[in-house]
Nanobody
Framework: QVQLVESGGGLVQPGGSLRLSCGVSGSLFSMYRMGWYRQAPGKQRELVAS???????NYTDSAKGRFTISRDNAKSALYLQMNMLKPEDTAVYYC????????????WGQGTQVTVSS
């Protein structure tokens, strides 16, 4: 089974930084399109950032200039560096792996809480 485990969440003050990590089991990490999603209370889950198998990145407008997504295929790991955090960034952040060979299959971690507050 493919398992994803997030870490790095916590409580930070506005303007602070956090680095989220996601470890993925198995030997097929390099074949997944990876992404970070978040879901705040009362809101729909949204895609924050994604990175393709070839390393091309995309960000939601609110994350551009503040967040950086990266992957290390040798370590089967995904990262999200978050700087200049705002209260509206408060949410549960989920790691996602998308298999796009022959069919589309999504795998999810259980999430890590990020709280930005004074």
């Amino acid at each position: 089974q493919v398992q994803l485990v997030e870490s790095g969440g916590g409580l930070v003050q506005p303007g602070g930084s956090l680095r989220l990590s996601c470890g993925v089991s198995g030997s097929l990490f390099s074949m997944y399109r990876m992404g970070w999603y978040r879901q705040a209370p009362g809101k729909q889950r949204e895609l924050v950032a994604s990175i393709t198998r070839g390393g091309k990145t995309n960000y939601t407008d609110s994350a551009k200039g503040r967040f950086t997504i990266s992957r290390d295929n040798a370590k089967s790991a995904l990262y999200l560096q978050m700087n200049m955090l705002k209260p509206e960034d408060t949410a549960v952040y989920y790691c996602n792996a998308k298999w796009e060979v022959l069919a589309t299959v999504d795998y999810w971690g259980q999430g890590t809480q990020v709280t930005v507050s004074s």
